[in-house]
């Protein structure tokens, strides 16, 4: 079965910096499209960077410059670094994975990253 497990989160002072990371198994992650998504209270989920398989990304506006999205396929491992991180930051961050060829959705379980002001 596929499992994405999320670690990193935490809480954090406006101006820190946190790193999540997301494992993958069972999954063919090396040709996945990979991405970081987030949801604050009262709103809805955002993609905040996306990478594909042969690695280009995309950010959310918000997040440009700040965030940096990467994997490690020898490791199956997509990592969010987010630096300069601000109260608007605050939400659950969650992983997911698009597999190849079936194109299946999958999503890790979340991490809540909070920033206090």
């Known amino acids: 079965q596929v499992q994405l497990v999320e670690s990193g989160g935490g809480l954090v002072q406006a101006g820190g910096s946190l790193r999540l990371s997301c494992v993958a198994s069972?999954?063919?992650?090396?040709?996945?499209?990979k991405a970081w998504y987030r949801q604050a209270p009262g709103k809805q989920r955002e993609l905040v960077a996306g990478?594909?398989?042969?690695?280009?990304?995309d950010y959310a506006d918000s997040v440009k410059g700040r965030f940096t999205i990467s994997r490690d396929n020898a490791k199956n491992t997509v990592y969010l670094q987010m630096n300069n991180l601000e109260p608007e930051d605050t939400a659950v961050y969650y992983c997911?994975?698009?597999?190849?060829?079936?194109?299946?959705?999958?999503w890790g379980q979340g991490t809540q990253v909070t920033v206090s002001s």
């Open positions: 069972g999954i063919a992650f090396t040709f996945s499209d």
């Open positions: 990478i594909t398989s042969g690695g280009s990304t």
């Open positions: 997911h994975l698009r597999a190849p060829i079936s194109r299946n959705s999958y």
